[in-house]
């Protein structure tokens, strides 16, 4: 009986102990103050026509107004960097210097619309995006909506522990192969100032048959929930062709 009693305390003890260190993870940022990230893009396409894109990006993000537990953020692209390597053509952009060459001219009239021009965001406290207005300059074909959604990440409905994991997925009806993303999410570590995520998933096309995987962290703030550093691979197979996207994010401090 009686160490049936000290069983008894113990489990309790460990119950309530992990019920008093659940972690409830929320966005919360501070409206009217702007943010600058580094956004940087390496694609690699592996197939009969191969080449490798990478851009670098000066971002300003502005919590702007909440409503109704809904977040309205401006995300300014302030500056932009593309370099383009199809083996025998390469171009070069740069949004701060501009470019004498022809090739790189006709890559700065399509990166060229992005800078000073703001995409408006609606996300609500679980990091869940409602709606993604962008400027009527912009080309749905060359700018998918998703790549001014890495701020933040989706967040549980429910307090966890360190070591829970959540799923979540989300259709994207804008891009031309991706019809789904599903992914799992982990909170792997907490420290004074900030937490970390990691996350894995799959990716599916429009018929939502698998095409590939999704793999990588987020580091977020512990009193924003925004995105303080990140960084996503994605690998999809389709069609005879490899392609591997990686997305850095990093907040300046």
């Known amino acids: 009986m009686k160490n049936f009693l000290l069983i008894l ?27 600058n990230y580094n956004l940087a893009i390496k694609t690699d396409i592996d197939g009969p026509a191969p080449a490798i894109i990478n851009l670098n990006m000066k971002l300003e993000i502005t919590p702007t107004k909440k409503e109704d537990h809904i977040f309205t953020i401006n995300n300014l692209t302030k500056s932009i960097q593309a370099d383009v390597d199809a083996g025998l053509i390469t171009m070069f952009y740069d949004s701060e210097e501009g470019t004498e060459d022809e090739l790189s001219r006709t890559l700065g009239d399509q990166f060229s619309k992005i800078i000073n021009k ?24 060359e700018f998918d909506q998703s790549s001014f959604s890495n701020i933040t990440t989706v967040l549980p409905d429910h307090p966890i522990n360190i070591g829970s994991s959540w799923n979540s997925s989300y259709e994207m009806d804008d891009n031309p192969i991706i019809g789904k993303v599903t992914s799992t999410s982990t909170l792997q570590e907490a420290n004074d100032n900030s937490y970390t995520i990691d996350l894995i998933g799959t990716v599916a096309n429009k018929e939502l048959d698998e095409i590939g995987d999704v793999n990588g962290f987020y580091v977020i703030d512990k009193e924003t929930g925004l995105n303080k550093n990140s960084k996503i691979t994605t690998t999809i197979k389709t069609k005879g062709i490899v392609l591997t996207s990686e997305i850095t994010m990093a907040l300046e401090e």
Do not use: H, R
Not at 9 to 32: E, H, M, R, W
Not at 123 to 140: H, K, R
């Open 9 to 35: 305390i113990s489990l309790t003890s460990y119950f309530v102990s992990n019920a008093q260190d659940a972690i409830s993870l929320k966005l919360n940022p501070v409206i009217g103050v702007p943010l």
């Open 118 to 141: 703001n995409v408006t965001l609606q996300v609500n406290e679980l990091g869940q995006f409602i709606n993604i207005t962008m400027p009527d300059e912009f080309n749905e074909e």
